[in-house]
């Protein structure tokens, strides 16, 4: 099953991959990742996903802990949290391949109240590496074969990705999952305040706005917060705009300054300093760094 899977990615990659060994999917959140060498870090916030590796080795960062996993298993982040990934194995004889599914929290919730689940769960931690369980493949599996019967697609999919999910929830991931679906769990409530973050980050930040939004006094927001995500609010806010920042100058190709004030700073100053912390480097260099990298045979 796992090699018709990979079988099945292969197609999809080389059909469809973009200049970054990335190709979307009609079905929304699922995506496919080809790489035919070791890649540089990345930095991401990531939304709650599920990434099935098939070939290849990954590392995933998050705060102090580092997660090192190969093809047969499955990365969870079940909340918004920042991570510095790289891909690890990879060369043109055997390339990198990984089928990205983001979490569908509406989905989760409908799921997880027909399962009677009525209760959170202690709050696991946001990120784990285990084998990918047979169901979870098998479903994944139907999922990509659909792709290739484009007139089936609006018909079934729906179906399809909610039978993910199910799997997913009654597998080794299923705790933290869980909570995603749980109106009271901490996970959900957060999950309601950094939505709110993501959709302003350029702005001001109010946090009792978002306490209020995840139905906490801001003491407990600001403890449960960083609980989850392992930085404050006004790390996440600053972690999202430098991210966006370094997009910014990558793909688009702004100046640090046009870059800077887009995602919110005044202070081109500030953010070049900040933007160092967080990189390695001040913007100039890492723009000069990374059109190295693309020009490099």
């Known amino acids: 099953m796992t090699d018709a899977l990979l079988d099945c990615v292969r197609r999809c990659a080389m059909a469809h991959s973009d200049g970054n060994g990335v190709a979307c999917t009609p079905i929304p959140g699922l995506t496919v990742i080809r790489a035919t ?7 991401v916030i990531s939304r709650p996903m599920v990434a099935l590796l098939l070939q290849g080795g990954k590392r995933v960062a998050f705060g102090q802990r580092t997660f090192d996993f190969g093809a047969g298993e499955s990365l969870l982040i079940a909340a918004d949290v920042p991570t510095v990934s790289q891909i690890t194995a990879a060369d043109a004889r055997t390339p990198y391949f990984s089928l ?3 979490l569908d929290l509406a989905v989760i919730e409908r799921l997880v109240a027909e399962m009677q689940a009525v209760a959170p769960a202690p709050d696991p931690a946001p990120i784990r590496v285990d084998a990918t369980e047979a ?5 994944a599996l139907r999922l990509m074969r659909l792709l290739e019967r484009p007139s089936a697609l609006p018909i079934l999919s729906a179906q399809l990705v909610r039978e993910l999910h199910y799997w997913l929830l009654m597998g080794r ?4 999952i869980r909570n995603l679906g749980i109106a009271g769990s901490h996970a959900r409530r957060i999950a309601r305040a950094v939505s709110l973050i993501r959709a302003d980050y350029a702005g001001t930040l109010r946090v009792e706005r978002l306490a209020d939004a995840a139905g906490m006094s801001v ?20 972690r999202l705009r430098l991210i966006e920042a370094r997009r910014l100058m990558l793909s688009e190709g702004a100046i640090a300054k046009r870059a800077a004030h887009a995602v919110g700073y005044e202070s081109v100053t ?16 890492d723009m000069k760094a990374a059109r190295t990298r693309l020009q490099a045979p």
Do not use: C, N, W
């Open 37 to 43: 060498a070791p890649g540089e870090l990345q930095y």
């Open 100 to 102: 990205v599914f983001e």
């Open 135 to 139: 169901e979870v493949a098998d479903a």
């Open 173 to 176: 991931h299923g705790a933290a």
């Open 219 to 238: 003491s407990s927001f600001h403890e449960h917060f960083r609980a989850i995500t392992s930085l404050t609010p006004l790390q996440f806010q600053k």
């Open 270 to 285: 500030q953010f070049t300093r900040e933007y160092g912390r967080l990189f390695g480097m001040p913007p100039a260099r």
